[in-house]
């Protein structure tokens, strides 16, 4: 269970919980919308454990990231790595180039309400 007392990692999460605040969001907030419509990504898992939280994720559901902060995201922990120890062995190509990180604005997935 290192990885709760590794200074990178920590010190990701306290940058990230900063770019949340000044754009305005909650963690699990920036954290839907940063995973939910990146191509690679099927589905998230919410990981509610009560109605409040479900209703709160819910209510973030149309949460759109600008690319500034995406850019940030990706300045705090780049693309295709952990802040602790990478094991992935295979790269997928969005990790490699940065468009292919962005959904095009004419895509809509599927939402639940």
Do not use: K, W
């Amino acid at each position: 269970m290192t990885s709760f007392t590794d200074a990178r990692r920590l010190d990701a999460v306290e940058q990230l919980v900063t770019l949340a605040a000044e754009a305005g969001l909650s963690m699990p907030h920036l954290a839907m919308a940063f995973a939910t419509p990146h191509p690679a990504v099927s589905s998230a898992l919410l990981g509610a454990r009560t109605m409040a939280q479900l209703d709160d994720l819910l209510n973030g559901v149309d949460t759109v990231l600008s690319d500034d902060v995406l850019d940030r995201i990706d300045e705090i922990s780049a693309p295709g790595t952990d802040v602790g120890t990478l094991d992935q062995a295979y790269v997928p190509p969005a990790l490699l180039d940065v468009r292919l990180r962005r959904r095009s604005p004419q895509i809509t997935g599927c939402h639940l309400r």
